[in-house]
Each structure stands twice: as structure tokens, then as C-alpha cells.
């Protein structure tokens, strides 16, 4: 692994939550980290963390506003937003993509951040499952646009969980991945991230032993990829008290094999302390992954004829007088 493959992070570092799954994933993670903190919502409950700034979207006047709509609200407080932006060299966002607040301005925010191509942006982000169907599409073309303007894009796809776990209750599938989620965040700044798409995978907390989490996430990582697109990966083992130091080594070893076949150009542990076993695995694969067929239209559609790519595609109500042609 070279230098260039990784984000290099500065401080000031910006931790952004957006909408409800992401301010509470963000505001969590922040009360460990310390860092400054914003949250981004059109529900004024997200928005109740005293340890951090918020950008309240109004979207009072109507019940339940689509993606685009709350972009185009969302657009109307891009100055404040931009200031909030203003000296921070780090930005990390977390949004729900199955959420409509998330799909609708994480490009925002990934696309202002990037307008001072010195700032670093890293993305995470949560995939729906296969059966929200509505959501789906929505969810494609949002990180299809994040990527583009994030340094790095961390995907963790519930839909992957449930197919390998299906005896998972929908609760039991939002606490695994969120608690995945900010383990990684939490750490961010004792890791590597690597400047592509990594998709975060987990082990199920009620799988005994460390061999068998190192199982399950790499089951969850082939739902999601070719295995031959895996560019780098790097396992986080936690509660590493617990471990002996012969079943971390095992665990490395097999790993390396595994990857060595597949021509990965390295795998590390990161170990960090924590009371109860968890394990995560991050890998940083090529571009094309399972959800570019999320937004099937791109795949045909080349980008310089996508008419609002430059703009964003939002619905602002425009009021038009229509005289009485009687
Ligand atoms: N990943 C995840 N999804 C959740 C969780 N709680 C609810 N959801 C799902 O996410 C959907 C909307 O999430 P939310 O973040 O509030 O959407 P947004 O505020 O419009 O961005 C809900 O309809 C639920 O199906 C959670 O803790 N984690
Ligand atoms: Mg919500």
C-alpha cells in the first residue's frame, strides 16, 4: 500500500449527520471523538444534540417531501451550510441512503465541501434493503453522485446483512450495522482509509468465536463485490483483551491467504480495545460494485449528457399565474 492510496486527514476534522439514521450515528460517535459536530435535518428532532451545530430544513408545509423537494429546500440554505463548511480541512459524512434527508443532501454537502479541492471528504453511507423498492433508485444515483465528490466512500449495505442473516429481525439488522458504523468512525483516526469505495462488512454479535465473525463478514462482502474487484482490506478486531494471541494469528493468516489468491495488495488488523469481541472488515474495492445497478439509467446515459448533473436534479415550487384565457 502507498501513501497516495490513503486519504490523508487533517484538522480541523467536521463530523456531519444527516438526516435521521445519520445525526444520531453522527451525534453518537461524536460524543467519544470530540471533534466539531453538524447536523443536518428537516426533522427538528434529529436535531437535538447539545454538542453540536445544527441546520434545521424547513419543509413545514408539506407532509412528506420527496428527495427532491428537500433538496431544493436544502439549497436555500446552502450559504449557511458553506460557512459551516468554512475552515475545517476534514469533513466526514454519514447519511442514511435509504432515508429520503440522506439521498437528498449528502451530494450536497460532498459536492460544497469539494468547491476547495484541499478539504478531504470521506463518505459513509447506509444502502436500503433490496425490497424498499422506492428507495432503491434514489439510493443509486445519491452515492453514484457522492463518490464523485468524496475522497472516500464507506458503504454498509443492510440489504447484504439480512441475505446472509435472514433470521434477523429489521431492529436487529439497523443495531449491527449502526454499531459497525461508528466502531469505524471511532477510529478513524488510528486507520487508513483508502481513497476509493470501501464496503464495510461485519461479523453478527452472536457468532462465538472471532474465526466465525471473520466468516461472516467475508460472506457479506461477496454479496456486495466481485471478489476479484477487492483492491485492499484491512480487519478491525475489538475486544482484543479477550483474543489469544494465537487466534489473532490464525485469523491473519487465513486472511492473507484468502486475499493472496485474490491478489490483494494487503491486509492489516487493526486492534482496538474494547470490552465485548467485534469484528469488522474494510475493503476498498474498484469502481463497479453491486449498486451501480441501483441507478441503472448511468449505466447507458454517459455523464455528459446527463442534463442536470451540474445542477442537481430538486423540485422548487414555483408559482406561476396562469391568466384566465376565457
Ligand atoms: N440503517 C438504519 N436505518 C434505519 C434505522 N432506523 C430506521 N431506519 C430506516 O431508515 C428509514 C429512514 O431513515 P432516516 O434516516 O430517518 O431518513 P431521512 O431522515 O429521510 O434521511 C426509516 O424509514 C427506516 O426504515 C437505523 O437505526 N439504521
Ligand atoms: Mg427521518
Known amino acids: 500500500m502507498s501513501d497516495q492510496d490513503s486519504v490523508r486527514m487533517k484538522n480541523p476534522l467536521l463530523l456531519i449527520g444527516i438526516g435521521g439514521v445519520g445525526t444520531k450515528l453522527a451525534a453518537a460517535s461524536n460524543n467519544n471523538l470530540g471533534y466539531d459536530c453538524l447536523l443536518i435535518s428537516n426533522d427538528r428532532r434529529d436535531l437535538t444534540s447539545d454538542n453540536c451545530d445544527s ?70 453511507v447506509i444502502m436500503p434493503f433490496r425490497f424498499e423498492k422506492d428507495r432503491i433508485f434514489q439510493a443509486g444515483v445519491s452515492l453514484r453522485r457522492l463518490r464523485e465528490s468524496s ?7 443492510n440489504d447484504a446483512l439480512l441475505n446472509n442473516n435472514p433470521d434477523l429481525s429489521l431492529t436487529k439488522c439497523y443495531e449491527i450495522t449502526n454499531e459497525a458504523l461508528c466502531e469505524v468512525i471511532a477510529s478513524i483516526s488510528s486507520t487508513f482509509i483508502q481513497n476509493s469505495v470501501s464496503l464495510l462488512c461485519t461479523g453478527r454479535p452472536d457468532s462465538k468465536s472471532a474465526e466465525s465473525r471473520v466468516k461472516d463478514c467475508l460472506s457479506m462482502l461477496y454479496e ?12 478491525y478486531l ?8 494465537g487466534t489473532v494469528n490464525s485469523i491473519a493468516n487465513i486472511l492473507h491467504e484468502i486475499f493472496k489468491q485474490r491478489e490483494v495488495v494487503d491486509v492489516s488488523l487493526a486492534m482496538h480495545n474494547s470490552q465485548a469481541l467485534r469484528v469488522h472488515l474494510l475493503a476498498a474495492v474498484h469502481e463497479t460494485t453491486r449498486f451501480n445497478n441501483y441507478d441503472p439509467l448511468a449505466e447507458v446515459i454517459p455523464r455528459e449528457n446527463t442534463l442536470d448533473w451540474e ?13 384566465n384565457l376565457e
Open 224 to 235: 456486495n463485490s466481485d471478489p476479484s474487484a477487492i483492491k485492499m482490506a484491512t480487519l
Open 55 to 124: 441546520v434545521f430544513i424547513d419543509s413545514q408545509p408539506w407532509v412528506n417531501p420527496s428527495s427532491h423537494k428537500i433538496r431544493s429546500l436544502g439549497l436555500q440554505s446552502e450559504a449557511k451550510i458553506r460557512s459551516s463548511l468554512g475552515a475545517h480541512s476534514t469533513i466526514v459524512l454519514v447519511a442514511n441512503l435509504a432515508g429520503r434527508c440522506g439521498t437528498a443532501i449528502g451530494p450536497l454537502i460532498s459536492r460544497i465541501s469539494k468547491e476547495d479541492p484541499s478539504k478531504k471528504v470521506i463518505s459513509f
Open 311 to 323: 445542477e442537481m436534479e430538486s423540485s422548487p415550487d414555483i408559482e406561476i399565474t396562469i391568466p
Open 238 to 245: 475489538m475486544g482484543g483483551a479477550e483474543l489469544s494471541v
Open 151 to 157: 475522497d472516500a466512500t464507506i458503504v454498509i449495505d
